[in-house]
């Protein structure tokens, strides 16, 4: 994802665009790092196109974090764990930690069937179905309702400092 190299169809990477008239940056700001060497605007949306050139916009640059190097998409794990039939809502965030950047950790919403699912389990089936770097080091922390922001979407920032004040 750092590397600026141009992908083929159905490989994800950041999406940047160039226009015959676009926008030089915001007004008395450096904007320098707004766009690459060859003058594409880095968009920081994390996408893809197909082999008819269809594009599909998957998640936020900013919303993925990375475990001993490696690059972790949180909605790779999400969508894993909404497949799971006790889950109602899924959000995976970066947890800190000292010598690894951020191990994933998920807060999740159990739907009715889910009274009783435990953290052990979440775990257990996230390893089964994804690769070791987005297995769930962090945990799993379970919850009845998750924080969003005034136009309907999950407020990661505060969930992320309830995690970290270990208000959950």
């Known amino acids: 994802m750092e590397t600026g190299k ?9 999406l940047r665009v160039k226009a015959t ?6 007004f ?50 999400e969508n ?3 497949s799971h039939p006790s889950i109602a809502k ?17 807060v999740i919403v159990p739907n009715e069937k889910g009274a009783t699912v435990r953290e052990e389990q979440i775990v257990k089936y996230v390893e089964e179905r994804v690769e070791d770097k987005c297995r769930l080091r962090g945990g799993v922390k379970i919850v009845s309702e998750i924080p969003f ?3 309907d979407k999950v407020n990661r920032f505060k969930l992320r400092q309830m995690v970290l004040n270990k208000e959950i």
Not at 21 to 26: A, E, L, P, T, V
């Open 6 to 14: 141009v992908l083929g169809p159905n490989q994800q990477g950041e």
């Open 21 to 26: 008239f676009q926008c030089k940056g915001y």
């Open 28 to 77: 008395n700001q450096d904007s320098s790092e707004m766009f690459d060497s060859e003058g594409f605007l880095k968009t920081g949306d994390l996408g893809y196109y197909n082999e008819e050139n269809c594009f599909f916009i998957t998640n936020r640059i900013k919303e993925s974090f990375k475990y001993q190097g490696n690059h972790i998409i949180p909605s790779d794990i």
């Open 80 to 82: 894993v764990l909404h």
């Open 90 to 106: 899924a959000v995976v965030l970066g947890l800190p930690h000292e010598t690894d950047g951020n191990h994933p950790i998920a």
């Open 149 to 151: 922001t005034v136009t």
